[in-house]
């Protein structure tokens, strides 16, 4: 799913009642009606795994997110363009740090996902593993892959996990910003020069199936999704996200007088949607596995800055540690 695509769950299929503990049973009772589970309630190992890998996922999604946009930063077309990108760059800086804060109310520290994302370990959206080659990328991205984004996060809202639920509430607000702020950008590429136009024709052309994949592949027979699932973790299956996705997008390309690149994308009177071309599922996993245009560039933008940040970490474990033993003395 999406940010957080293909997140394991704990394996097995979905306990039926009788098969749970008395206390897994409570559990399941609160989730059913629709209470939300805090950080130092029980819940089982499962749950708190797969909130872990996909809060995690989430939040290396949000700062890996940042690597393309910020490759426009000094090249934005004018001071207000690049006054938006900056504000909307940072406020994925902020996605990121909610998440990584949501993540470690369930007992993980943040350098252990920043090590597992830095090991390959850990994953990030796929989409972040393709290049932003013109400024129309910039605005394919911002209507693309932030209203993917949105289509996702919405419903998460909704997440049994209270920290992880109102992370959402914010984020989202700020996730619609950012899809109209790229949208604002392909309308003004859409309506200029004929170059502009071609410009904007070409990030959809590329940016189209790469936003397809991020929902992840059909999860009709999966039983990690069915888990996540019934623990309110996962509200929506992959299909139907990216069906809502196509419905919402056809038109506004049509608006913008752009062509979706798949010929079978029509509206289906009898569905009340519009069909359209799954995306080429080899190349998902093939990026999933490293081999995507950019993984190696974003991994290792992520490590180096990690690498050139131990010192301002290991100055304010220094003088946390001199403040302590002041304390300590007096
Ligand atoms: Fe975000
Ligand atoms: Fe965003």
Known sequence: MMYAQMVKSTGNAVKSPTEMTEQERAFQARIDAGEKIEPKEWMPDGYRKTLIRQIGQHAHSEIVGQLPEGNWITRAPTLERKAILLAKVQDEAGHGLYLYCAAETLGVSRDELLTALHEGRMKYSSIFNYPTLTWADIGAVGWLVDGAAIMNQVPLQRCSYGPYSRAMVRICKEESFHQRQGYDIMMKMANGSDAQRAMAQ?????????????????DAESVHSAQSMAWKIKIDTNDGLRQKFVDQTVPQAEYLGLTIPDENVKYNEETGHYDYSDPDWSEFFDVLRGNGPCNKERLGARVKAWENGAWVRDGLMANAAKRSAKVAAE
Do not use: E, I, K, Q
């Not at 070409?202 to 059909?218: I, K, Q, V």
């Open 202 to 218: 070409d990030a959809l052309n590329r940016f189209w199936y790469p936003s397809l994949m991020m929902f992840g592949p059909s």
